[in-house]
């Protein structure tokens, strides 16, 4: 592992040895950079250092129409860009106040949910390679692959998705390819968590590796400003999904699986529940599209949405509507919103301040990773540098929205 | 009792506007008196600091609006607290109620270049140290001052390029 880190013995602190984990190193997981203080194996101190993937979201945001912003979200978490697709579209309908067609509600709630096992089975995965079992991986990416292939299906884009649209969705999802391979995932991706669990969950290698590593309380995670899976971990069942419900996710029935002790298995353990509940969730949501039938997936108000190409092209009406939004934008209330979404790591916010401009005034993304890995040194001080490595990847840094 | 009525019988004039926009319910505090409205909202249930940030009003005095959002985990409400500050000016850091804010408050200084008094480790986040300027101040250009970027000049080699094509 130190073959690909930059070592310099440091003359203040004699003695102890600054190791650069990072900014490019196979176990970080995108361009972070840790700067970690040994003591022969013992970490002294571990600073973070970010901004190595910062691309100035929040100032291009100040300069894009509110649609134009879209498809940055996708570089935010880009493990389950969908997800962030929705948070937004959310964030921008709350300061407006509309609704989105009930079609696209449940689509909405279908796609973020797979994109959540997508999001649960890299951090797994990934989580288990950088300790030193790979075998996992495969049967879980396996998995993931066909999740991609349903997003492509729904989106066109496997990875940069920008899925949704103000007031709805981009296009309906092609039932007819879309619904078999959805139900060929309900039926193998819980055989191959299972098979996953089989070759961790009682793996004396894997809980020797993962139990008491970043352990924390609730009041520590709370402090922090944890949310998410790693809240969960700790022992409070703290999700939006349920507590301030959006996208009627009141409505799904699913468990909140909680842990005890925080540390990296129990997290693992949340994680792997939390795959389970989701796929009863899509499952739920396949049931509700039948029901629901066809219909529009997009709000049919056309200073909000653009109007269908087919009219844009005969009607004047619609025609002047799109020339409108393309060159004006969408007649925005003047305010301020914060609306925040259970998104795979914990809670996904987004800060808009409008001045009833074309382009939000502010625009400020609170992502779920920041604040968790900001606890890194508090987590990890005192324990072997191996336990950085276990406990980085079950934070599921993601520095797409860690930098933004 | 509503949030907003215990801070005024414990901090009469401590609130100086609050509204309710879509549901957001929020309140405008002084920067003396900020750091103990905060220490009485984290009593009051108010204990996880979801997020810090601030946002920039050029024309405005005082220029800067200083916005966190807090959330009561019990009852699931929600706070959004705004601290107007002038620029140049210091604001106590919340680190020592909630150590999330940490990070956040070194980044709106590397951006907004607003400094926290009692941050246990303040220098600049996202950017190198020695950067000039802050860049979501609305007087930083787009293009970060860059003359690479600007189109104006044009780029540095875009006639040496065209003279390779020639």
Known sequence: ???????????????????????????????????????????????????????????????????????????LNYCSSIMNNVGYALAVEKLLNIQDPPRSRVIRVLVSELARIADHLVCIGINAVDIGAFSSYLYLFHERETIYDLLEMAAGQRLHTSFTRIGGLFRDIPEKEFIPLCNKLLETCPRSIDEMERLLTRNPIWSDRTKDVGAFTVEQAISWGYTGPCLRACGLPHDLRKAQPYLDYETYDFDIPVGTSGDVYDRYLVRTEEMRQSLLIVKECLKRLKEIGQGPVLIENYKVALPPKEKVYSRAESLMHHFKLIMHGIEMPIGEVYSATEAANGELGFYIVSDGNKSPYRIHVRPPCYPIFSSLDEKIKGRLIADVLAELGAMNVIAGELDR | MSVIESINSALPNAITDHHNFRGDLTIVVGANLYPDVVKLIFNEGFQLMVDLTAVDWPQRVPRFDLVIHFQNLVSQERLRVKVPIAEGQTVPSLTSIHKGADWFEREVFDMFGISFDGHPNFKRLMMWGDFDGYPLRKDFPLNGGDSWCNSDIGMPYANSAKSLAE
Do not use: C, W
Request: net charge negative.
């Open chain 1, 1 to 75: 592992m130190l073959l690909n880190t930059s070592i310099e013995s440091d003359p203040a602190h004699s003695g102890q040895m600054i190791v650069n984990l990072g900014p490019s190193h196979p176990a970080t997981h995108g361009t972070l950079r840790i700067i970690l203080s040994l003591e022969g194996e013992n970490v002294i101190n571990a600073e973070p250092e970010i901004g190595y993937l910062h691309r100035g979201v929040e100032k291009l945001g100040e300069s894009l129409s509110y649609a134009q912003f879209v498809p940055l979200t996708d570089r």
